[in-house]
């Protein structure tokens, strides 16, 4: 077991040093030190407490209601345009793919094929399990 966990942590750490983790950490940071974009998140988090507050009451006022959806999907949409923001999605896209690939490979092996050759990338068209055993699919 220790041999399988030491392997991990160096897995760990190889991923830190590939640029798709590198540029994940780069567009976190640029979010985080995004002022206008963390006073608009700020905003989204007041309207879906208020709005949860609101839909809690034994009769929920609809103009309310509609009000913050409202709100919520025009600050929404701000964010998402946000170039840092953009950035932010595009690279965790790419670390996203990155691990679902990994976890691929992983899950493929448990199942009894080749590390070294399998690819998971195979098996996403017709695949016809249940996915309960699978992490390739996307």
Same mark, same amino acid.
């Given at each position: 077991? +220790?041999?399988?966990? #030491? $392997?991990?942590?160096? @897995?760990? +750490?190889?991923?830190?040093?590939?640029?798709?983790?590198?540029?994940? &950490?780069? +567009?976190?940071?640029?979010?985080?030190?995004?002022?206008? $974009? *963390?006073?608009?998140?700020? #905003? @989204?988090? @007041?309207?879906? @407490? *208020?709005?949860?507050? &609101?839909?809690?009451?034994?009769?929920?006022? #609809?103009?309310?209601? /509609?009000?913050?959806?409202?709100?919520?999907?025009?600050?929404?949409?701000?964010? !998402? +345009? =946000? #170039? =840092?923001?953009?950035?932010?999605?595009?690279?965790? %896209?790419?670390?996203?793919? !990155?691990?679902?690939? $990994?976890?691929?490979?992983? /899950? $493929?092996?448990?199942?009894?094929?080749?590390?070294?050759?399998? &690819?998971? %990338?195979? %098996?996403?068209?017709?695949? /016809?399990?249940?996915? /309960?055993?699978?992490?390739?699919? %996307?």
């Amino acid at each position: 077991m +220790a041999d399988v966990v #030491k $392997l991990a942590r160096e @897995l760990g +750490a190889a991923i830190q040093q590939d640029e798709r983790y590198k540029a994940f &950490e780069d +567009a976190r940071k640029a979010n985080e030190a995004d002022d206008a $974009l *963390n006073d608009l998140i700020g #905003k @989204l988090n @007041l309207i879906q @407490l *208020n709005y949860n507050q &609101e839909m809690q009451k034994e009769t929920p006022d #609809k103009d309310k209601v /509609s009000g913050f959806d409202k709100e919520f999907r025009e600050i929404y949409t701000q964010v !998402m +345009a =946000n #170039k =840092n923001m953009q950035n932010y999605e595009n690279a965790r %896209h790419a670390i996203d793919d !990155m691990m679902n690939y $990994l976890i691929g490979i992983l /899950s $493929l092996s448990v199942n009894g094929e080749d590390p070294a050759t399998c &690819e998971p %990338h195979q %098996h996403d068209e017709g695949c /016809s399990c249940d996915c /309960s055993s699978c992490g390739g699919c %996307h």
